[in-house]
C-alpha cells in the first residue's frame, strides 16, 4: 500500500528539482504521466504501480521494485536501475536508452518496442517469458542485441 497519495507525490514533486522518494512505498500508485525526472527512488517500491507515460530521466533507480508497474512509453533515458526487480514490469514502448540495467531482473517483463540504444545490460536476468524490444522471446533474443 502506498506511503503517499497522487496528490500528495505531486505536491512532492512540485516542490523540489531532485525529489528525494528513495525508500518510499508508492506500490499501486497512479502515477499516470508525473514528471520524475532528476529523482532518486533508491529502493523505492513501484510494485504494481500505473506508470504510463511517466518521465524518469537521469533518476537514481537503484534496487526499485516494479514488479508487475504497468510503465509503457515512459521515459527512462540515462536513469541508474542497477539490481532492479523489473519481474512482469509493462515496459512496451518505453524509452530506455542509456539506462545502466546493471543486475536488473527482466523476469517476465515486456519490453516490446522499447528503445534500449547504449543501455548497460551487463548481468541482466531474464527468463523465457521475457519479450524483447523485436518481440523475439527469452533466450531467442539477446540483450546486447539491443544496445
Known amino acids: ?3 503517499l497519495t497522487r496528490k500528495e507525490l505531486i505536491m512532492v ?3 523540489s528539482e531532485r525529489p528525494r522518494l528513495a525508500g518510499v512505498d ?3 500508485l497512479d502515477m499516470i504521466r508525473l514528471d520524475l525526472e532528476n529523482a532518486n527512488l533508491r529502493g523505492a517500491s513501484l510494485q504494481a ?3 504510463q507515460e511517466a518521465i524518469l530521466r537521469l533518476s537514481n533507480m537503484t534496487g526499485v521494485n516494479m514488479t508487475g508497474t504497468q510503465a509503457p512509453y ?3 533515458h540515462k536513469s ?8 512482469l514490469a509493462n515496459l512496451n514502448g518505453a524509452r530506455m536508452t542509456e539506462v545502466n540495467l546493471t543486475n536488473a531482473i527482466l523476469n ?3 519490453l516490446q518496442g522499447a528503445n534500449m540504444k547504449n543501455a548497460i545490460v551487463t548481468g541482466l536476468q531474464f527468463d523465457e517469458a521475457t519479450v524483447w524490444p523485436d518481440g523475439k522471446r527469452g533466450s531467442a533474443g539477446n540483450p546486447n542485441n539491443y544496445v
Open 80 to 87: 541508474v536501475m542497477v539490481a532492479a526487480n523489473l519481474t
Open 1 to 3: 500500500m502506498a506511503e
Open 74 to 76: 515512459s521515459d527512462f
Open 108 to 110: 517476465g517483463a515486456n
Open 13 to 15: 514533486i512540485n516542490g
Open 49 to 51: 504501480s500505473k506508470m
Open 26 to 28: 508508492l506500490s499501486g
